[in-house]
Protein backbone atom coordinates (compact mmCIF):
# COMPACT_ATOMS: atom_id res chain seq x y z
CA UNK A 1 0.00 0.00 0.00
CA UNK A 2 1.51 3.26 -0.91
CA UNK A 3 1.91 6.07 1.53
CA UNK A 4 -0.34 9.44 0.90
CA UNK A 5 2.31 11.76 -0.87
CA UNK A 6 5.17 9.65 -1.02
CA UNK A 7 6.18 10.56 -4.25
CA UNK A 8 5.40 14.20 -3.86
CA UNK A 9 7.91 16.44 -6.01
CA UNK A 10 9.55 13.59 -7.31
CA UNK A 11 8.97 14.85 -11.65
CA UNK A 12 10.17 18.29 -10.40
CA UNK A 13 13.57 16.42 -9.07
CA UNK A 14 13.83 14.71 -12.01
CA UNK A 15 13.16 17.67 -14.48
CA UNK A 16 15.33 19.55 -12.34
CA UNK A 17 18.31 17.50 -12.84
CA UNK A 18 17.72 17.20 -16.93
CA UNK A 19 17.46 20.69 -17.24
CA UNK A 20 21.05 21.25 -18.16
CA UNK A 21 21.30 18.19 -20.71
CA UNK A 22 18.09 19.81 -22.02
CA UNK A 23 19.29 23.23 -22.44
CA UNK A 24 22.95 21.68 -23.80
CA UNK A 25 21.91 19.93 -26.17
CA UNK A 26 19.32 23.19 -27.71
CA UNK A 27 22.42 25.21 -27.93
CA UNK A 28 24.89 22.41 -29.70
CA UNK A 29 21.32 22.05 -32.18
CA UNK A 30 20.91 26.25 -32.06
CA UNK A 31 24.97 26.26 -33.22
CA UNK A 32 24.26 23.38 -35.76
CA UNK A 33 21.79 25.69 -37.14
CA UNK A 34 24.12 29.01 -37.41
CA UNK A 35 27.33 26.57 -38.96
CA UNK A 36 24.94 25.64 -41.88
CA UNK A 37 23.34 29.04 -42.25
CA UNK A 38 26.54 30.80 -42.56
CA UNK A 39 27.34 28.24 -45.29
CA UNK A 40 24.67 29.03 -47.28
CA UNK A 41 25.64 32.91 -46.67
CA UNK A 42 28.65 31.97 -47.97
CA UNK A 43 28.00 30.08 -51.14
CA UNK A 44 25.25 32.64 -51.98
CA UNK A 45 27.82 35.51 -51.72
CA UNK A 46 29.80 33.98 -53.63
CA UNK A 47 27.61 33.61 -57.14
CA UNK A 48 25.73 36.99 -56.52
CA UNK A 49 29.89 37.97 -56.46
CA UNK A 50 30.43 36.18 -59.68
CA UNK A 51 27.40 36.83 -61.15
CA UNK A 52 27.92 40.72 -60.99
CA UNK A 53 31.49 39.85 -62.25
CA UNK A 54 30.84 38.39 -65.17
CA UNK A 55 29.12 41.40 -66.67
CA UNK A 56 31.44 43.89 -66.43
CA UNK A 57 34.77 44.37 -68.30
CA UNK A 58 38.00 42.97 -66.74
CA UNK A 59 39.35 46.28 -64.78
CA UNK A 60 36.13 46.60 -63.17
CA UNK A 61 35.78 43.10 -62.58
CA UNK A 62 36.96 42.67 -58.49
CA UNK A 63 35.30 46.18 -57.42
CA UNK A 64 32.08 44.77 -58.66
CA UNK A 65 32.72 41.27 -57.70
CA UNK A 66 33.67 42.33 -54.17
CA UNK A 67 30.87 44.66 -53.72
CA UNK A 68 27.99 42.14 -55.14
CA UNK A 69 29.77 39.58 -52.69
CA UNK A 70 28.72 41.76 -49.37
CA UNK A 71 25.61 43.14 -50.94
CA UNK A 72 23.02 40.68 -49.18
CA UNK A 73 25.08 39.73 -46.15
CA UNK A 74 24.08 41.09 -42.76
CA UNK A 75 26.08 43.15 -40.43
CA UNK A 76 26.91 40.29 -38.43
CA UNK A 77 28.26 38.16 -40.73
CA UNK A 78 29.82 41.31 -43.16
CA UNK A 79 32.20 42.22 -40.49
CA UNK A 80 34.47 39.47 -40.52
CA UNK A 81 33.83 38.30 -44.53
CA UNK A 82 36.17 37.80 -46.92
CA UNK A 83 36.17 37.97 -50.49
CA UNK A 84 39.32 36.67 -52.67
CA UNK A 85 40.32 35.66 -55.95
CA UNK A 86 37.30 38.02 -57.80
CA UNK A 87 38.44 37.46 -61.53
CA UNK A 88 39.27 35.64 -63.78
CA UNK A 89 40.10 36.01 -67.73
CA UNK A 90 37.06 33.46 -69.64
CA UNK A 91 36.15 32.33 -66.05
CA UNK A 92 35.51 34.15 -63.36
CA UNK A 93 35.34 32.50 -60.28
CA UNK A 94 35.03 34.00 -56.69
CA UNK A 95 35.99 32.74 -52.62
CA UNK A 96 33.64 34.22 -49.81
CA UNK A 97 34.79 33.35 -46.63
CA UNK A 98 32.63 34.25 -43.04
CA UNK A 99 33.33 33.46 -39.67
CA UNK A 100 31.18 31.22 -37.95
CA UNK A 101 29.35 33.20 -35.04
CA UNK A 102 29.06 31.89 -31.55
CA UNK A 103 25.31 31.21 -30.30
CA UNK A 104 24.38 35.03 -30.79
CA UNK A 105 25.52 36.49 -34.40
CA UNK A 106 27.26 39.81 -34.05
CA UNK A 107 28.97 39.08 -30.56
CA UNK A 108 31.38 36.71 -30.59
CA UNK A 109 32.69 34.64 -33.33
CA UNK A 110 34.95 31.14 -33.29
CA UNK A 111 37.94 30.87 -34.93
CA UNK A 112 36.77 28.80 -37.81
CA UNK A 113 35.77 30.01 -41.20
CA UNK A 114 33.59 28.85 -43.64
CA UNK A 115 33.89 29.23 -47.56
CA UNK A 116 32.28 29.32 -50.81
CA UNK A 117 33.66 29.28 -53.78
CA UNK A 118 31.71 30.00 -57.46
CA UNK A 119 32.70 30.09 -60.92
CA UNK A 120 31.28 31.12 -63.99
CA UNK A 121 31.87 31.70 -67.90
CA UNK A 122 32.51 35.32 -68.87
CA UNK A 123 29.48 36.81 -71.09
CA UNK A 124 31.29 37.87 -74.37
CA UNK A 125 30.12 41.43 -75.64
CA UNK A 126 29.49 41.89 -79.23
Not at 42 to 69: I, K, Y
Not at 76 to 81: D, I, P, T, V
Not at 93 to 119: E, K, N
Request: proline share 5%; hydrophobic share 45%; glycine share 14%.
Amino acid sequence: MRRPGGDRGQVSIEFLGMTPLIILTLVLVWQAVLVGYTFTLAGNAADEGVRAGTAVPSGERFDACHEAALRHLSKAWKGGAKVEHCGGSGYVTADVSLRVPALFPGLLSFPATVHGHAGAVEEVKR
